[in-house]
């Protein structure tokens, strides 16, 4: 997604000269498409993320719209107070672009993992907070929010090739997007891990399991009203993200079934215990934590009552 996004800034600051974009001192081989276009308006500010979000309020106050790129948990986590104290709280446009969510830095350990942004993020009620769950749907949503007035955050996958099938770049705030239909359980996904539960749709069709497939793109604004509608028609719902089971997607489902009194069974698919010590490839890290097709296959199965023979 990453690259798609890069390449959808260059063209909008083709557009529109406010638009700048900061580093901290990290994204080489991707954001070079800027850089290398817009010399004056990239700024490699170091290791210094506090300090870069503090610059960045500054170019906001003065009329600019800047992004600050970093590793997701360098993004979000890091700069937090400065996040809330200077974009949120002056309404300033600042983007905080988070790259790298959930595992995808997962041979680097826990230290670059992306499991708690979304929760410290969605906290925020003037902080809009988009996660893409492909790079088609990255430049949709790019496109659709880089102009929205206060701040975004945006939390991108590294993967520039896989699709999510029946996506097609579709995104709306404060929308879901079905990305394929069922009748006996639905599963919700956050970001890049849509594209295992599709496959495991796939694989559950295969065992008579009917299972429809949605992706949440956009969880400030909230898509409140579609996930009250469609849940309503189950009596499943699973959560799957690469994310802490709190805070995350799973929550904000558990928040809607509750407010709106929906008789539906929730069950959150993401990580449920602090992954210390055991780095590895991003498809290692989500069978450790059951996030593959194979088990969210099992997962469904056993929970309609239907465990593999």
Sequence with gaps: MRAAFIRTLVELAERDPRVL????DLGYTTV???????????????????????????????????FVYSIAPFAALRPYEFIRNGPIVHRLPVRIVGVGGGFEYGANGVSHYGLEDVGVMRVQPDLTLIAPADHEQARSALLATWNVP????????????????GLGGRF????LQVVREGEDAL??????????????????????????VAVAASLNPAPVDDLADLISRYRLAVAVEAHYTNGGLGSLVCEVVAERELRCRVVRCGVDRTPIGIPGSTAHLHRRHGLDAEALVDRIGRELGRPRR
């Design 21 to 24: 974009l900061l580093t901290g």
């Design 150 to 165: 206060g701040p975004v955050y945006y939390r991108l996958g590294k993967d520039d090739r896989t699709t999510v099938p």
């Design 187 to 212: 599963m919700l996904c956050l970001g890049a891990i849509a594209a295992e539960a599709v496959v495991a749709a796939g694989a559950l069709a295969s065992r008579g399991v009917s299972c429809a």
């Design 172 to 175: 709306d705030p404060g929308r």
């Design 32 to 66: 070079e498409p800027f850089s290398e276009r817009f010399p004056g308006r990239f700024f490699n500010v170091g290791v210094a993320e506090q300090n870069m979000v503090g610059l960045s309020t500054g170019l906001a106050d003065a009329g600019f719209i800047p």
